[in-house]
């Protein structure tokens, strides 16, 4: 079966920072999980993926015997899914919905995303192993997905709602599909990202509109920018989308020549800066003004 490396991409784009229980099949058979130290994609062309399993771990000898293994982001509802599969209970699968996968390993119901992987090669290194896996199917939806950042869960909502709303904050919505980017004119013969200034209902209620008025079936993400202008305070946050057409806005390349059309620098910079992480999902996280600013790596270690 043929991958389409668009979606492929994006969907590494999109995923790699989330919460994920890596899953296989024993030597008899039998499901076996656990909560992923580490995921990333290592490689387009071939489609690949790497996770890190400890060497101490109970599933260690299994794994590293095993023919394939799927990676399932979990979403943001699956607090409880993550907890079983991060704690030593004797049968992990009990309580969760399952199903095998086109290549065979188990996939979770309800994830945000999975990638089903033969096992490509397995890397010592130091007390962890790295399972390097070539992805034989995936599928990915708009369902947000779960995260975790020193100690806790995060999601969009507790994200959104952690933000204080005041009448200088600026709202936007970075909604990436297939290696494009929405974009709205702004009224003065360029492009912009869709923004809506924050009232009394908060940010996670402002963001809601915004993402309404796009007409697109999209979904609250993480914060990707934050950076302030000489007027405002400006949030930006990376949101899902499933197919479909914008009822406002065009989906324009991120390598296009419409990129050139974004009147506002800083807005630009960051675009700029979002289509160089995307390929592999390497995402930080900007603080800063519309001059100079930083940014933080987004931690993918749980």
Not at 82 to 111: M, Q
Not at 218 to 242: L, N, R, W
Request: hydrophobic letters at 40%; charged letters at 20%; a negative charge.
């Amino acid at each position: 079966m043929a991958l389409d490396p668009r979606a492929l991409r994006n969907a590494f784009g999109t995923f790699m920072t989330g919460v994920t229980v890596v899953t296989a099949h024993d030597a008899q058979g039998a499901p076996l999980g656990f909560a992923a130290n580490s995921f990333t994609s290592v490689s387009l062309d071939p489609p690949m993926v790497l996770v890190c399993i400890a060497n101490t771990s109970r599933n260690f000898n299994a794994l590293i015997k095993a023919t394939g293994f799927a990676v399932n982001v979990l979403a943001e509802n699956q607090i409880e899914v993550s907890n079983t599969f991060a704690r030593p209970v004797e049968d992990r699968f009990a309580a969760v919905g399952w199903h095998k996968g086109p290549n065979g390993a188990p996939i979770l119901e309800e994830v945000t995303a999975w990638f089903d992987c033969s096992m490509h090669k397995t890397v010592d290194a130091g007390d962890h192993t790295n399972l390097i896996g070539q992805v034989e199917d995936f599928a990915t939806t708009a369902t947000p997905g779960l995260g975790y950042a020193r100690g806790a869960y995060v999601t969009p909502s507790t994200a959104a709602d952690a933000i204080e709303p005041n009448s200088n904050l600026v709202v936007s919505a970075l909604i990436e599909r297939n290696g494009e980017i929405l974009l709205f004119e702004d009224g003065k013969g360029g492009l912009a990202l869709p923004e809506q200034p924050v009232k009394t209902e908060g940010v996670s209620a402002t963001l809601t509109q915004l993402i309404a008025s796009t007409g697109l079936k999209a979904e609250p993400g993480f914060v990707y920018s934050v950076f302030e202008d000489v007027k405002h305070q400006h949030i930006s946050f990376m949101c899902q989308t499933a197919e479909g057409a914008p009822s406002k806005g065009v989906f324009v390349p991120m390598t296009g020549a419409k990129f050139a059309d974004i009147s506002d620098p800083a807005i630009l910079a960051m675009l700029e800066r979002f289509a160089t992480e995307s390929p592999l999902g390497n995402f930080g996280m900007y603080y800063g003004n519309q001059h100079k600013g930083e940014v933080r790596p987004i931690s993918k270690e749980r």
